[in-house]
């Protein structure tokens, strides 16, 4: 929700991916369930780089994430979100923002709705597109306007009520 980051780019994070000093948290690798080949099973999860050049990145984390991050600081060879070697499974994560959704009685909604949520609050404070498109690493500012940035009637009235000055 304050750093537009995608659930297997969260669920790949480890603390040696945060640099405390220069308060930059760098996307490296991406964690996915696809479908196995081969085995037993239909299939695996996978921590691989990210779907493409733009999405590694460098994201500066607001000061209220970092006194948090140094609240849970771990060694760097361990994962954020699960505070060990092994990482958590994004599925894993889905249900449980969804069950603390649920406990909060609040809408359930998927966990990537948070990227939406970001990107289109991030538009309303005063970003520009091109370095929000680089915050959410993506190839181009049509996705990032296209795909992730949402009006509210709202923020349609206060660009409406604008036009006062321009008359």
């Known amino acids: 929700m304050y750093m537009g980051l995608r659930i297997g780019e ?6 040696s991916d945060i640099d405390f000093e220069k308060r930059i948290l760098t996307v490296k690798h991406t964690i996915q369930r696809i479908q196995a080949k081969n085995g037993s099973r239909r299939t ?29 600081r771990n ?18 994560m889905q249900y449980r923002f969804k069950k603390i959704l649920n406990n909060a009685n609040l809408p359930s909604v998927h966990f990537h709705s948070l990227r939406h949520l970001f990107a289109t609050n991030s538009i309303a404070l005063g970003f520009d597109v091109k370095t929000l498109s680089e915050l959410l690493g993506h190839s181009s500012v049509e996705i990032t306007l296209g795909r992730y940035v949402h009006s509210s009637m709202e923020r349609k009235r206060a660009c409406m009520a604008l036009m006062k000055s321009a008359a």
């Open 10 to 15: 969260l669920c790949a994070l480890k603390w």
């Open 75 to 92: 060694s760097e060879n361990i994962y954020v979100l699960s505070g060990c070697t092994v990482p958590i499974e994004p599925r894993t």
């Open 44 to 72: 695996r999860l996978v921590l691989s780089e990210p779907k493409s050049v733009g999405s590694k990145r460098e994201i500066p984390i607001p000061e209220c994430v970092v006194k948090m991050l140094k609240r849970f």
